[in-house]
């Protein structure tokens, strides 16, 4: 069984690194899936990708710039034939050289996928050295899984609209207006626990809201409509605020 888009690999790869105590969200500042454990000093960065191929090895390099713990994610189709199929070993062994860990998904008709380690991540690799890796990229990546409130996005996703952290803070004001009517940026920072409401209100970056008097902002049609685009995260919200 083949898949079709590389979002297929994203669940069965995201069930895998939660069974083992990581939570995991997707497609968190362009990384397919980062995944955080409690008693882990670094993210697990997966990137995923129908087949191995160049661009898949050179984002999993660029990833080591955040992290040491980097997999490569791909589907293993048993019944496809070809040199592709035929070179796990070279593969896994490239892997090695580099640092990256690498990870199969089979897929089958009749049963759940099964998730394989073909290798872990590895200091030893002549990857990015530790001492190379950006703190500030990696802050960011964490500061940005943190501040999501759940997981609603798609690992490999390309032509759909993301939620990130900015998204949901957005959606938290927008919610409130809804649901009170015009507020003031002060009572949606107390309502939101965001510090950062009256910017994203004056920035109005996604159009969803406008000023109606001076320090008074009300919601505007496209607010309303993204309210209805995202039910999903807004019924995420306990009392409609994080």
């Known amino acids: 069984m083949a898949v079709r ?114 290798c872990e991540p590895s200091a030893a690799g002549a990857g990015v050295p530790a001492a190379k890796r950006s703190r500030v990229r990696a802050s960011k990546l964490l500061y940005e899984f943190a501040e999501r409130s759940g997981d609603y996005n798609v690992g490999g996703s390309t032509k759909r609209k993301l939620v ?26 107390e309502l939101t626990g965001s510090p950062k409401a009256a910017g994203i209100l004056q920035k109005d970056y996604y159009g969803w809201f406008r000023r109606a008097q001076r320090g008074v902002y009300e919601l505007t049609p496209e607010g309303k409509a993204a309210l209805t685009s995202h039910a999903e995260v807004i019924s995420g919200f306990s009392g409609g605020a994080n």
Request: aromatic share 8%; proline share 4%.
């Open 5 to 118: 888009e590389e979002t297929e690999l994203c669940a069965p790869v995201k069930s895998f690194f939660e069974a083992r105590g990581f939570a995991v969200k997707s497609e968190v500042r362009g990384c397919d899936l980062v995944g955080v454990h409690p008693e882990a000093k670094e993210p697990v960065i997966v990137e995923l990708k129908k087949t191995f191929n160049l661009a898949l090895l050179f984002q999993g390099m660029e990833r080591l710039r955040m992290s040491g713990n980097v997999y490569l994610a791909v589907e293993r189709n048993r019944a496809k034939k070809g040199a592709h199929n035929q070179r796990w070993s070279d593969i896994v062994e490239l892997c090695q050289r580099l640092g990256l860990g690498f990870i199969t998904v089979t897929f089958y008709v009749t049963k759940k996928p099964l998730v394989e380690v073909l």
């Open 164 to 189: 990130t952290a900015y998204r949901e803070k957005a959606l938290q004001i927008a919610y409130h207006l809804e649901q009170h009517g015009r507020l003031s940026p002060v009572k949606l920072r």
